[in-house]
């Protein structure tokens, strides 16, 4: 019995909340350490000096680290389509924690937004009842995926580049940091499953292992760019809703990832709707004046 089998699907599910969490907390901090760095200085070599030096930043690289491997975990038990989806939750995760970090209330609305969010999104995956795939994967599919998502991402961050410093900045960073964020979960998926069949050796064996860290790491600076280039109300939606997006068309894909079809679509519409819709209320559930570093 494999470790999917034996936990089954409620782990995965639980560890993809703690990993929620832990983005959330380690987004707060890595804006808070963005806001930092000047203006002239973001995608550039410069940056990394700037967040070497910031205690922040290692606060945040750290939470995301323990992020990693709850994810890790999840992904063991849980399929790309159930497990991704629930990271959703890290935006109302992140909001609040930012509230709470510059000792603000919720603004009007708040709260709602993050019952409908909350709601909307039990509701779909509920319906959808995610069921893993299990088709093997050819190289030619595993490099016609990851050439189109790397490209995304390098149009994506190209588009900001050339963008002042703004929204569309921020949304443009954010939605090539979801893709690459997708592409991270996808390539770990298939690293936790070498690991699981062949152990360490088999692990270290594989391409997808190096490739999910070198597309977290992408990921990573490209995020800290988003956060550093306008309000976290900006890019975090565009980073949430992108990265679950991206996850479930690589799972569907490459894995062969399965949701219920026939009238179970009608709640995962509903569903679907109200996660978006309380996306798009907490996007203005912004911290109004405070004494902390502003997130």
């Not at 680290?65 to 709850?70: D, G, H, N």
Request: net charge positive; aromatic share 8%.
């Amino acid at each position: 019995m494999s470790l999917a089998e034996a936990g089954g699907p409620a782990l995965g599910a639980a560890f993809a909340v703690l990993t929620a969490a832990a983005n959330a907390g380690g987004t707060v901090l890595q804006r808070v350490a963005a806001r930092a760095v000047p203006e002239g200085d973001a995608f550039s070599i410069r940056l990394v000096g700037h967040l070497l030096r910031n205690r922040a930043w290692f606060a945040g690289i750290a939470v995301i680290v323990l992020a990693a491997v709850c994810q890790a975990a999840a992904l063991t038990w849980g399929s790309l389509t159930l497990v991704q989806p629930i990271l959703v939750a890290e935006l109302p995760l992140a909001l609040l924690f930012a509230h709470a970090f510059t000792r603000t209330s919720m603004p009007p609305g708040g709260w709602t937004a993050c019952l409908l969010t909350s709601c909307g999104l039990a509701l779909a995956l509920g319906a959808a009842a995610p069921a893993e795939g299990r088709r093997p994967v050819s190289d030619g599919l595993w490099v016609t995926a990851v050439a189109v998502a790397s490209a995304a991402v390098v149009l994506c961050a190209g588009w900001a580049g050339r963008r002042p410093y703004g929204k569309a900045r921020a949304v443009l960073f954010g939605l090539g940091s979801a893709i690459a964020y997708g592409l991270t979960a996808t390539l770990m998926k298939s690293a936790v499953a070498h690991l699981g069949e062949g152990g360490l050796a088999a692990l270290a064996g594989a391409w997808q292992t190096y490739g999910c860290v070198a597309a977290g790491a992408a990921a990573l600076f490209l995020l800290t760019n988003a956060l550093g280039s306008g309000p976290l109300f900006v890019s975090q939606p565009a980073l949430t809703l992108g990265e679950a997006f991206a996850s479930l068309l690589l799972g569907a894909v490459l894995f062969g990832d399965q949701v219920r079809t026939g009238w179970w679509l009608v709640p995962q519409a509903v569903g679907t709707v109200l996660t978006v819709y309380g996306v798009l209320l907490l996007t203005r559930a912004r911290p109004g004046p405070e004494n902390s570093p502003k997130v």
